[in-house]
């Protein structure tokens, strides 16, 4: 019955942690959420996989018997704001409908485009817009209006009567009781960059947008059960359970040839590359550099991860000899006499006797890693590079989720409160720290800090990670 549930990766507006929503859900005895947060589907996968870890799905009558462990069916979207104004809300019906609403998101922000009044087709995709009280659009099949307890007077004469079987319920779900409701506050005058006073309430929640019992919910709706009836079957016919993956050797989801000729050409280009790099390092004959390149080659083909190494020298190469720039690889990978004889890495692994085992061995199941380092002002031109030669929607920048930490929670809560700077500065000054303890205002703050605290903040995207 919540097609809308926010998290706190709704990034300076929700509240609770996945943990925190999951937790709340099962003791009002909740059987069915979706995940919709704001303009990003960050918390997606765990709050799926964490939902279905519940245990086993019982039956309403069956729970109330006694502490029987149930399973919260979890659905996922994304809800699309644009300058605080809220869009509509998209829902995945399956994992195809995942990737329809993140293909969307991210061609508007990579092309610096706004979101659009009204999406494109997205086939596996339920999309709920807000009510209004003089919405008079055609809706198509999957496109459905959402409708809280408070506008149902609303409902007397209007012409979304004539389509109700596109009628849903719709309850935001953000906070969980006053305190939380506090603590957005202090979140939208933080992201407003203004004073906690002047937050207008309509760039807030509304204070009841909390989780509540489903049968109190459906108590608002009775006198229109059609309602209750499409939301339940909105919720039924979608199904995530795809992304539980109970499986301790999932499959690799990599670029699984680097040749057009599969497998046996990617075998027989790494073995070509390592022998004409090894005659290089080590000269002819050489029998313990040569017996130890065998070892490894067979490791590899055994584990089919040719194309791993071939892309790794594909960019190292292009970097060497079209671009002319230095690179040092480091890490694990210097253990590897192919990555040497690829010019990968430049640790010679016999001179120093390196293990290759501790970088890859016949029981790894993931490929490793390489960690190969540009200068500053080269990264921009490798990176350019990686996502010109590899297909489109197939690399990606390594995403970072940085946190509300310590000093800096002080800071921007100290400014919403209006306080001056000096006052601030001497909040974060650890030698008056006893001294702070006794002032009244540093207590609230504390008080504040001890709900942020390292609560994501914003994304950023690692400096050289793909």
């Known amino acids: 019955m919540f097609l809308n549930v926010h998290s706190s990766y709704s990034l300076k507006y929700g509240t609770l942690s996945i943990e925190q929503l999951i937790a709340t859900a099962r003791s009002l005895g909740i059987h069915q959420m979706v995940l919709t947060d704001i303009n990003n589907s960050t918390g997606a996968i765990e709050f799926i996989r964490q939902c279905y870890k519940q245990g086993i799905a019982k039956e309403s009558d069956e729970i109330h018997k006694g502490n029987i462990p149930y399973q919260i069916k979890p659905g996922a979207g994304i809800e699309f704001r644009t300058d605080n104004?809220?869009?509509?809300?998209?829902?995945?019906?399956?994992?195809?409908?995942?990737?329809?609403?993140?293909?969307?998101?991210?061609?508007?922000?990579?092309?610096?485009?706004?979101?659009?009044?009204?999406?494109?087709?997205?086939?596996?995709?339920?999309?709920?817009y807000p009510f209004q009280k003089s919405f008079n659009q055609a809706l198509k099949e999957n496109e459905f209006v959402g409708i809280q307890g408070r506008q149902l007077n609303f409902l007397y004469k209007h012409p979304l009567l004539r389509q109700k079987e596109k009628l849903v319920v719709w309850h935001p779900v953000t906070v969980t009781n006053k305190i939380t409701y506090r603590l957005h506050e202090y979140f939208r005058a933080i992201e407003l960059n203004t004073l906690l006073s002047k937050v207008l309430d309509e760039q807030k929640c509304d204070p009841g947008e909390f989780l509540m019992p489903e049968a109190d919910l459906t108590r608002q709706f009775e006198q229109y059960p059609f309602i209750i009836q499409n939301t339940h079957q909105l919720l039924n016919s979608c199904d995530?359970?795809?992304?539980?993956?109970?499986?301790?050797?999932?499959?690799?989801?990599?670029?699984?040839y680097y040749t057009n000729e599969?497998?046996?050409g990617d075998k027989k280009l790494l073995r070509q590359l390592a022998e004409n790099g090894l005659k290089d390092r080590y000269g002819e004959n050489n029998a313990e550099a040569t017996a130890r390149l065998e070892k490894e080659l067979r490791i590899i083909e055994l584990k089919n991860f040719c194309a791993y190494f071939l892309i790794t020298y594909d960019i190292v190469d292009y970097a060497m000899n079209t671009c002319g720039f230095y690179h040092v690889g480091r890490g694990s990978g210097a253990n590897s006499i192919v990555a040497y004889c690829l010019r990968i890495t430049d640790v010679d692994p016999i001179d120093l006797d390196?293990?290759?085992?501790?970088?890859?061995?016949?029981?790894?199941?993931?490929?490793?890693?390489?960690?190969?380092?540009?200068?500053?002002?080269?990264?921009?031109?490798?990176?350019?590079?990686?996502?010109?030669?590899?297909?489109?929607?197939h690399v990606a920048f390594l995403?970072?989720?940085?946190?509300?930490?310590?000093?800096?929670?002080?800071?921007?809560?100290?400014?919403?409160?209006?306080?001056?700077?000096?006052?601030?500065?001497?909040?974060?000054?650890?030698?008056?720290?006893?001294?702070?303890?006794?002032?009244?205002?540093?207590?609230?703050?504390?008080?504040?800090?001890?709900?942020?605290?390292?609560?994501?903040?914003q994304r950023s995207i690692h400096a050289g990670g793909f």
């Open 354 to 393: 390196l293990y290759f085992e501790r970088f890859l061995h016949e029981k790894r199941t993931s490929p490793p890693d390489f960690d190969i380092d540009f200068s500053w002002d080269e990264r921009e031109t490798i990176q350019r590079y990686i996502f010109k030669r590899y297909p489109e929607w």
């Open 240 to 256: 995530l359970s795809i992304y539980f993956e109970d499986n301790p050797t999932p499959s690799s989801k990599n670029k699984f």
């Open 399 to 457: 995403g970072t989720m940085n946190t509300f930490k310590d000093r800096a929670i002080i800071r921007e809560i100290g400014k919403v409160m209006g306080l001056p700077k000096e006052e601030i500065d001497s909040f974060t000054d650890p030698t008056k720290e006893r001294e702070n303890l006794l002032n009244a205002t540093y207590q609230k703050l504390l008080a504040v800090h001890q709900y942020m605290k390292n609560m994501p903040n």
């Open 262 to 264: 599969g497998f046996e």
């Open 85 to 128: 104004r809220l869009l509509y809300v998209g829902i995945a019906k399956n994992k195809e409908g995942m990737r329809e609403l993140n293909e969307f998101l991210s061609y508007h922000n990579i092309n610096n485009i706004a979101l659009p009044e009204t999406p494109p087709e997205m086939r596996n995709v339920y999309l709920i």
